[in-house]
């Protein structure tokens, strides 16, 4: 029998839309899901943004304070794609009021922003999701099976790049992503978190790591109105930017393993150049976002001169078979968040956790924490 499960979106900027679709796409995709999301409430402070979202997408309730969501007993599971301060405020009360979530990224401003989410999805007992939504690749999935089946030998080193021009013109708004007391972080929160989560579900705990930042846009305009995602803006009081821009990350395995991590957000040229090359003593294994649905596989016993051959995934690998019929047919950025809703729903159906949660996200804020200390003293430095 399926049930109906009340669900409700916190923040209705450009990720709140995509959460919204990823729910409405999600019965499609997999049927066999025991629950159904209903689209019960949606919050957003800025005045109208929550009733136009309402009109679009069928809520049934709008409002612009969350805590409305956190009262209504209608509501049994909640997306909270707010900006990065609020994390901490919202997924703690939410949890206290005994409803599920689905957080974006990086949960907070620092590890201890993130811990106090997790403990109190831990007391509440209820299902706490994260948006790490790269890890939901397909390729991704072949690629961790892979390297725990030994076929590229014991990994040696990985290289893990995230280089996006969002924030590149000098005309993007001074928003909340590069204020410390709103956004935390620069890159590290935004693009790193997203590196460090993926060497983790591809090669095991971050045991010590050396960081640098820089800042390279050191001034912006403040906004003269309402935001959503990368919005540019002229004529508005200048600013200083109070976060990284870049970083660049080495890093050592628990496993022996080493590592570069490098993100930067203001690469021109460059537009969600994501990805990672894993080397390991028989072989190696590289993918790129912008080609998902390819792996580059050099495995065998020649060592030397060793050739490299693409791996078109399919049917078997991940959840490709909810998308697409056979290899090489292409999926989406919001195809990984529809994964992701699945993950979240499924974890609530059955009382076991799926996907990326909460305490993916305390281990990941606890290395960003460790960037930060590292760049600071020009020194290495234990994830917390």
Known sequence: MVSTLGVAVVGFGWMGRVHTQAYARVPHHFPQLPVRPELVAVADEVPGRAEEAAGQYGFATAARDWREVAADPRVQAVSI???????????????????HIWIEKPVGLTAEDARAVAGAVTKAGVQG???????????????????????????THVRIRLFSDYAAHPEGALTWRYERERGGSGVLGDLASHGVDLARFLLGEIASLAADTAVFVPERARPTGATAGHTRSTGGELGPVENEDYVSCLLRFASGARGVLEACRVSVGEQNNYGFEIHGTKGAVSWDFRRMGELAVSRGTSYQDQPVSTLYVGPGHGEYAAFQPGSANSMGYDDLKVIEAY????SIAEGTAYGATVEDAVHSAAALDAMSRSAESGTWASPA
């Open 81 to 99: 794609a707010a900006p990065n301060f609020l994390h901490r405020e919202i997924g703690v009360a939410m949890a206290e009021a005994g409803k």
């Open 343 to 346: 993950n979240f729903l499924r």
């Open 129 to 155: 999701t994260v948006g790490f939504n790269y890890r939901n690749a397909p390729a991704v999935a072949a690629a961790r099976e892979l390297i725990a089946s030994g076929e590229i030998g014991t990994v």
